[in-house]
């Protein structure tokens, strides 16, 4: 009976918990290019829920001006995306910085080859995922809490193999805590403009956004108290 209140006290802080999270800081290379530079920042940290809407690609409401910079990222090189709990960035202590440590759920990244990392138009693209972080069932530990413990960094590599052009690198936390339906899951996402220099010859096949995730994937419908397997939604990840 004790372990069914501790799931059911979980389950009740759950019901009014949100991740409340931003990227909105890129590093390439351990070099640290500012707030907002080269990222299309949402204004608000309000989740999208509708796993068909347009705004589950790059978010929406943006801070204006949207930046106009397009970042150089070597193919091969580590990138870290920073997250905070509100679109300001970091404004100093916080318990619930970069996102509320009760959130729980994957930290994904795509990539899609766009003729202009500054256009407008986003729909259409085809996505193809560089990097996830989903449940350590060794650790029970989730890339929400990697993220949090790494005070709002993930970091991952650009693949080397990758051909040279611009991009939109699309970093996504998605919380779960109340997805034992749909729609439940809570995504947070935002989109870096960057060029990728150097490289091979790779044009890897993608998926579209909407499109690559279903209301009845085990990755977006799932009880996190519960399951001690996760498999994150989408396409598998990208290898050279």
């Known amino acids: 009976m004790k372990g069914f209140a501790v799931l059911s006290?979980?389950?009740?802080l759950a019901s009014s918990a949100s991740a409340r999270t931003v990227f909105s800081e890129l590093v390439v290379n351990g070099v640290d290019l500012?707030?907002?530079?080269?990222?299309?920042?949402p204004s608000s940290n309000v989740p999208v829920t509708d796993i068909t809407s347009n705004d589950l690609i790059c978010n929406t409401g943006f801070i204006q001006p949207v930046s106009t910079d397009v970042a150089q990222v070597p193919a091969g090189a580590q990138v870290t995306a920073q997250f905070h709990r509100t679109s300001a960035g970091?404004?100093?202590?916080?318990?619930?910085?970069?996102l509320d440590p009760t959130n729980k759920g994957p930290v994904l990244a795509y990539l899609a080859r766009v003729p202009d990392a500054t256009q407008s138009d986003v729909t259409g693209l085809s996505w193809f995922k560089i990097w996830q972080d989903g449940l350590d069932p060794n650790t029970h530990q989730w890339g929400s809490d990697h993220l949090f413990n790494n005070k709002g960094n993930a970091?991952?590599?650009?693949?080397s193999c990758l051909q040279a052009g611009q991009y939109l690198l699309r970093v996504e936390d998605i919380s779960l805590l109340n997805a034992n339906s749909y729609p439940g899951a809570q995504f947070f996402m935002s989109c870096a403009q960057i060029e990728v220099t150097g490289g091979g010859q790779a044009q890897p096949a993608g998926t579209p956004f909407p499109g690559a995730?279903?209301?009845t994937d085990p990755g977006i419908?799932?009880?996190i108290f519960l399951d001690s397997t996760y498999t994150p939604p989408g396409p598998a990840v990208f290898q050279c």
């Open 34 to 41: 500012g707030h907002g530079v080269a990222i299309r920042v």
């Open 221 to 223: 419908v799932t009880n």
């Open 155 to 159: 970091t991952f590599t650009i693949p």
């Open 9 to 12: 006290a979980l389950a009740i």
């Open 213 to 215: 995730y279903r209301s």
């Open 90 to 98: 970091y404004l100093g202590p916080d318990p619930s910085d970069p």
